[in-house]
Protein backbone atom coordinates (compact mmCIF):
# COMPACT_ATOMS: atom_id res chain seq x y z
CA UNK A 1 0.00 0.00 0.00
CA UNK A 2 1.02 3.72 -0.65
CA UNK A 3 0.50 6.60 1.13
CA UNK A 4 1.59 9.82 0.49
CA UNK A 5 0.93 12.79 3.12
CA UNK A 6 0.42 16.54 2.25
CA UNK A 7 1.25 19.68 4.12
CA UNK A 8 -0.71 22.40 4.14
CA UNK A 9 1.93 24.42 2.47
CA UNK A 10 2.09 22.14 -0.50
CA UNK A 11 -2.07 22.07 -0.35
CA UNK A 12 -1.97 25.51 -0.85
CA UNK A 13 0.13 25.89 -3.04
CA UNK A 14 -1.18 22.88 -5.50
CA UNK A 15 -4.91 24.89 -5.01
CA UNK A 16 -2.92 28.40 -6.09
CA UNK A 17 -1.17 26.84 -9.25
CA UNK A 18 -4.85 25.09 -10.55
CA UNK A 19 -6.53 28.34 -9.84
CA UNK A 20 -4.07 30.61 -11.82
CA UNK A 21 -4.31 27.76 -14.67
CA UNK A 22 -8.21 28.03 -14.70
CA UNK A 23 -8.15 31.64 -14.67
CA UNK A 24 -5.34 31.58 -17.55
CA UNK A 25 -7.80 29.07 -19.73
CA UNK A 26 -11.08 31.07 -19.20
CA UNK A 27 -9.67 34.43 -19.99
CA UNK A 28 -8.46 33.25 -23.15
CA UNK A 29 -11.46 31.61 -23.92
CA UNK A 30 -12.99 35.11 -23.45
CA UNK A 31 -10.84 36.97 -25.40
CA UNK A 32 -11.39 34.74 -28.09
CA UNK A 33 -15.13 35.65 -27.58
CA UNK A 34 -15.71 32.61 -25.90
CA UNK A 35 -16.39 30.57 -28.91
CA UNK A 36 -19.09 32.91 -30.60
CA UNK A 37 -19.17 35.12 -33.64
CA UNK A 38 -19.83 38.22 -33.78
CA UNK A 39 -22.98 38.85 -35.19
CA UNK A 40 -25.67 41.77 -35.15
CA UNK A 41 -26.64 41.29 -32.25
CA UNK A 42 -23.44 42.73 -30.51
CA UNK A 43 -25.50 45.81 -30.64
CA UNK A 44 -28.15 44.80 -28.69
CA UNK A 45 -30.06 43.92 -32.03
CA UNK A 46 -32.01 40.63 -32.21
CA UNK A 47 -31.48 38.15 -35.24
CA UNK A 48 -34.53 36.22 -34.40
CA UNK A 49 -36.67 35.64 -37.53
CA UNK A 50 -38.88 32.64 -36.88
CA UNK A 51 -41.93 34.07 -37.71
CA UNK A 52 -43.70 37.40 -39.23
CA UNK A 53 -43.24 39.50 -36.31
CA UNK A 54 -39.79 39.16 -35.71
CA UNK A 55 -38.63 39.44 -38.78
CA UNK A 56 -40.76 42.40 -39.30
CA UNK A 57 -39.09 43.78 -35.89
CA UNK A 58 -35.50 42.84 -37.15
CA UNK A 59 -35.90 44.85 -40.03
CA UNK A 60 -37.34 47.98 -38.37
CA UNK A 61 -34.28 48.16 -36.14
CA UNK A 62 -32.65 49.64 -39.03
CA UNK A 63 -35.01 51.60 -39.57
CA UNK A 64 -36.97 49.90 -42.45
CA UNK A 65 -40.88 49.46 -43.00
CA UNK A 66 -41.87 47.27 -45.46
CA UNK A 67 -45.06 46.48 -47.21
CA UNK A 68 -46.44 43.08 -45.26
CA UNK A 69 -48.60 41.95 -48.33
CA UNK A 70 -45.64 41.30 -50.58
CA UNK A 71 -43.67 38.93 -48.30
CA UNK A 72 -41.97 36.12 -50.68
CA UNK A 73 -40.28 32.80 -49.44
CA UNK A 74 -38.28 30.91 -51.05
CA UNK A 75 -35.78 27.81 -49.98
CA UNK A 76 -31.80 28.52 -51.69
CA UNK A 77 -29.03 26.41 -51.02
CA UNK A 78 -25.78 28.39 -50.04
CA UNK A 79 -23.11 26.75 -52.55
CA UNK A 80 -20.68 24.92 -50.92
CA UNK A 81 -17.87 26.80 -53.04
CA UNK A 82 -17.85 30.80 -53.11
CA UNK A 83 -17.93 31.95 -56.67
CA UNK A 84 -17.30 35.76 -57.10
CA UNK A 85 -20.53 36.93 -57.16
CA UNK A 86 -21.14 34.57 -53.75
CA UNK A 87 -17.27 35.97 -52.26
CA UNK A 88 -18.68 39.46 -53.05
CA UNK A 89 -22.21 38.86 -51.38
CA UNK A 90 -20.47 37.84 -48.34
CA UNK A 91 -18.24 40.20 -48.06
CA UNK A 92 -21.44 42.68 -47.87
CA UNK A 93 -22.56 40.08 -45.13
CA UNK A 94 -18.89 40.77 -43.28
CA UNK A 95 -19.46 44.00 -43.36
CA UNK A 96 -22.44 43.60 -41.04
CA UNK A 97 -21.50 41.09 -38.76
CA UNK A 98 -23.04 38.03 -40.91
CA UNK A 99 -21.12 35.48 -42.43
CA UNK A 100 -22.32 32.98 -44.64
CA UNK A 101 -19.27 30.47 -45.37
CA UNK A 102 -20.39 28.31 -41.80
CA UNK A 103 -23.95 27.54 -43.83
CA UNK A 104 -22.01 26.35 -47.10
CA UNK A 105 -23.56 23.27 -48.42
CA UNK A 106 -27.16 24.30 -46.29
CA UNK A 107 -30.82 25.35 -47.17
CA UNK A 108 -32.00 28.47 -45.92
CA UNK A 109 -35.36 30.34 -46.00
CA UNK A 110 -35.06 33.91 -48.05
CA UNK A 111 -37.25 35.87 -47.03
CA UNK A 112 -37.84 39.19 -48.98
CA UNK A 113 -40.47 42.25 -48.82
CA UNK A 114 -41.00 45.70 -50.39
CA UNK A 115 -39.26 48.07 -48.58
CA UNK A 116 -41.76 51.45 -48.81
CA UNK A 117 -39.29 54.20 -46.67
CA UNK A 118 -36.26 54.25 -48.72
CA UNK A 119 -35.54 57.50 -49.10
CA UNK A 120 -36.33 58.99 -52.68
CA UNK A 121 -38.11 56.13 -53.22
CA UNK A 122 -40.99 56.32 -51.32
CA UNK A 123 -43.53 55.59 -53.93
CA UNK A 124 -42.09 52.92 -56.26
CA UNK A 125 -41.71 49.17 -55.61
CA UNK A 126 -38.03 48.29 -56.80
CA UNK A 127 -36.70 48.12 -53.56
CA UNK A 128 -36.30 44.65 -51.37
CA UNK A 129 -35.29 43.85 -48.14
CA UNK A 130 -33.95 40.17 -47.91
CA UNK A 131 -33.74 37.90 -45.24
CA UNK A 132 -31.37 34.44 -45.44
CA UNK A 133 -33.07 32.47 -42.27
CA UNK A 134 -31.15 29.58 -40.70
CA UNK A 135 -33.43 27.64 -38.01
CA UNK A 136 -35.13 30.55 -37.00
CA UNK A 137 -32.31 33.58 -37.17
CA UNK A 138 -31.19 36.01 -39.59
CA UNK A 139 -27.53 34.63 -41.08
CA UNK A 140 -27.28 37.65 -43.81
CA UNK A 141 -29.32 39.81 -45.98
CA UNK A 142 -29.52 43.14 -48.03
CA UNK A 143 -31.36 45.93 -48.75
CA UNK A 144 -31.29 46.32 -52.56
CA UNK A 145 -33.18 47.69 -56.28
CA UNK A 146 -34.47 45.31 -58.65
CA UNK A 147 -33.71 48.39 -61.13
CA UNK A 148 -31.39 47.62 -64.21
CA UNK A 149 -29.20 49.73 -62.57
CA UNK A 150 -29.66 48.59 -58.69
CA UNK A 151 -27.89 48.80 -55.86
CA UNK A 152 -27.30 46.57 -52.73
CA UNK A 153 -25.87 47.23 -49.40
CA UNK A 154 -26.01 46.34 -45.90
CA UNK A 155 -29.05 46.56 -43.73
CA UNK A 156 -28.05 49.55 -42.22
CA UNK A 157 -30.10 52.59 -43.59
CA UNK A 158 -27.08 55.14 -43.13
CA UNK A 159 -25.62 52.78 -45.96
CA UNK A 160 -28.53 54.43 -48.37
CA UNK A 161 -25.31 56.17 -49.75
CA UNK A 162 -23.06 53.42 -49.66
CA UNK A 163 -24.34 51.47 -52.90
CA UNK A 164 -22.66 48.25 -54.24
CA UNK A 165 -23.63 47.49 -57.86
CA UNK A 166 -25.68 44.14 -57.95
Keep these: MFVYSVKRNQLKLVSVALFVVV ?5 AFLAKGGGVKQTATDNKRTVEAGNEEQRLRFLSQFGWEVDKESE ?3 EVIIPEEFD ?3 LSYNDIQLQQGFDLTPFAGKRVKKW ?3 VTNYP ?5 ICIRATLLVFDGKVIGGDICSVEIDGFMH ?9 KTTA
Design 23 to 27: TVFML
Design 72 to 74: EVT
Design 84 to 86: EVY
Design 112 to 114: TYT
Design 120 to 124: GYENK
Design 154 to 162: TFEMNNVNE
